[in-house]
């Protein structure tokens, strides 16, 4: 049932693969960022007790949702990696993890900016913040893992191992808010609930995260493929392809 | 439309500075991380390219001192 997925295996095919959806999700992200942020931070009611501070939601929560949807991709590709030994699904750990860092520092940063005017501090070590910025630390040690071994087939295993034991983090971060005291509000959209956020508040939010979304994967896809060129350019497909793109520009 | 005028909707309510703060910052880090990767793309496209021009010099260097 599943055999027609198998001639993606092949590398070409999947660089061509990943070459057909870079264009639209590029489109799609540029086309939802322009409309989430314009709606969000222009046409959106203020908040009733935040005023105009908590327009910072339009990117605070889409870099935080998608700083962990990142990495679940990325722990789902290194287990694809270390089980079944697909070198694909390592380069795309190595891609990912880059623009899973800048997500996880967005949503880092944006909540500093976020906090001082609401909480009084840029940052406090609670549950929620800390187990974010060791997000961050684990990006950071799977893009150093990676980059310490030349060999490449190591480089994948080491990193892979590290998303898969990081991945405890997750579950860590997402009931923080539940599990300790802390200063951090909980779920509003992410729970089994209705969502606790008016409704002109809440569309150009899904909007934004539909936009962080498309951008998160535009760019892993590209970097994935420059990836898949670096490990493979000894094999005649990356000449041949490669030939063909400089008689074309001439 | 929730502001009055370009000046209300700069000042957001008063958290200008941290509103644009927060908005700016991210904005680089996302223009970053795309420069970034393009950057990568066309270096690996061009280094490949040197590879096989320089191979395929080698290649006819070695013609023609075969037939020498």
Redesign the interface.
């Known amino acids: 049932m599943w055999k027609w997925l198998h001639p993606y295996a092949k590398p070409e095919a999947s660089y061509q693969l990943a070459g057909k959806f870079v264009p639209w999700f590029s489109v799609f992200a540029v086309v939802c960022f322009a409309v989430g942020l314009v709606w969000g931070l222009a046409f959106a009611p203020a908040d009733y007790q935040q005023g105009d501070s908590f327009r910072i939601i339009y990117i605070h929560v889409p870099s935080a949702i998608l700083s962990m949807g990142a990495y679940s991709s990325m722990a789902v590709a290194a287990f694809i990696g270390l089980v079944w030994q697909i070198k694909q699904a390592d380069m795309y750990v190595a891609a990912v993890a880059p623009v899973g860092a800048v997500f996880t520092f967005i949503a880092l940063f944006t909540g500093a900016a976020w906090g001082k005017p609401m909480w009084g501090a840029w940052w406090v070590w609670d549950a929620r913040l800390t187990s974010e910025l060791i997000l961050l630390f684990l990006y950071l040690g799977v893009i150093a893992l990676y980059n310490a071994f030349s060999d490449k087939t190591m480089a994948g295993r080491a990193a892979g191992i590290l998303s898969l034991v990081g991945v405890i983090n997750l579950p860590i971060i997402h009931y923080s808010v539940e599990w300790w005291n802390t200063l951090h509000q909980g779920a509003t959209i992410t729970k089994f609930d209705k969502p606790s956020i008016d409704t002109d508040m809440l569309w150009p939010l899904l909007l934004n995260i539909a936009a962080f979304t498309f951008f998160l994967g535009a760019v892993s896809l590209v970097r994935f493929r420059t990836e898949l060129l670096r490990r493979e350019q000894r094999r005649p497909w990356v000449q041949q392809l490669i030939n063909r793109h400089s008689q074309a520009r001439g | ?3 009055e005028s370009v000046s209300d ?1 700069l000042a ?4 200008a500075f ?2 644009w ?3 700016g ?2 904005a680089a ?2 223009i ?3 420069v ?3 950057v ?2 066309n270096a ?2 061009k ?3 040197r ?2 021009a320089r191979q395929q010099r080698v290649k006819a260097a070695k013609e023609v001192t075969e037939r020498l």
């Open positions: 439309m929730q502001f909707f957001m309510g008063g958290y941290y509103v703060l927060a908005f910052v991210s880090a996302m970053a991380i795309v970034d990767s393009i990568k793309r690996i496209f280094s490949v390219a590879q096989s």
